[in-house]
């Protein structure tokens, strides 16, 4: 992302990458095209050990997984179990259930479908949720969170977090899940402008997958302003109060556990989940 959208990327602190007016690898001798299984058809791949079950997927990345159709994905080791899912970033798991969901960060595990979320490790057993923030665990469905750490289990249609209407995206309670698709899309598109140069060798059914998952997603924002408008973003969601801490998206990206390693998370969550659930009955 810092070598497509240049040196004033807001979630980053070096400012030694180059510029984004050229292409930063070689066309001619690109490092993709290995190791890729496509069990599917009309899938659209550029990187490395992406394997495609499904069928009518764009990809751009290493070790993605796609089991259903119509995912758009840039980053890593994304593992999309159901379909519809637009994906930026490394790590993310969209479960049988987490069809129809837009994401930007690392980490985040979708249990349902029609969500938003910018963040790292996020977890969302509800459906209609939005999130903007790191580590929040959502049960229910139809919340609006801004903020870090939040544990929702007995609560719908609650928004958690303060942010005022400053930024060119213009926030509002009403339209904070549309700001999101429309940044996440935005982003999708920009970043995939610089792999256009690598479709030569798709075919045509391929490119056209490519062309509409990636090339001509919708832009609710400039491209050319992309990185200010992020900046923005971000300036709008101070200050942040409650059960929160200072939220920094993406600064420090941390490393993502394999899947292998996970079976443990999925195990605590699921006790989790239980738990809460016969709390709530003893209650009533």
Known sequence: ??????????????????????????????????????????????????????????????????????????????????????????GNWSWDNGSNNATLGNGNWHFGSDKATIGNGNWDFGSNNTIIGNGNWVFTSG???IGNGNWLANTDNTTIGNFNNTSSLKLSPQGIKTDVNNLIDSLIRRIGQNFIGLTGNLDVSSSQTFNR???????????????????????????????????????????VPEPTSSVSLVVMGLMCLLLSLFKKQQHN
């Open 1 to 90: 992302m810092k070598e497509v959208l240049g040196n004033k990327i807001p979630f980053s602190n070096t400012r030694n990458t180059s510029n984004a007016g050229s292409q930063p690898f070689n066309q001619g001798n690109a490092p993709v095209g290995k190791g890729n299984k496509n069990f599917g058809s009309k899938n659209a791949t550029i990187g490395n050990f992406n394997s495609d079950y499904g069928s009518s997927s764009a990809t751009i990345g290493n070790g993605n997984w796609n089991f259903k159709s119509d995912n758009a994905t840039i980053g890593n080791g994304n593992w999309l179990f159901a379909k519809g899912n637009t994906t930026l970033g490394n």
């Open 143 to 145: 919340n609006e969170i």
């Open 213 to 255: 998952l990636i090339s001509s997603k919708s832009v609710g924002i400039n491209d050319t302003n992309i990185s200010k408008d992020i900046e923005q973003l971000l300036a709008s969601l101070s200050p942040i109060q409650g059960n929160v801490i200072n939220y920094q998206p993406l600064q420090s990206p941390q490393s």
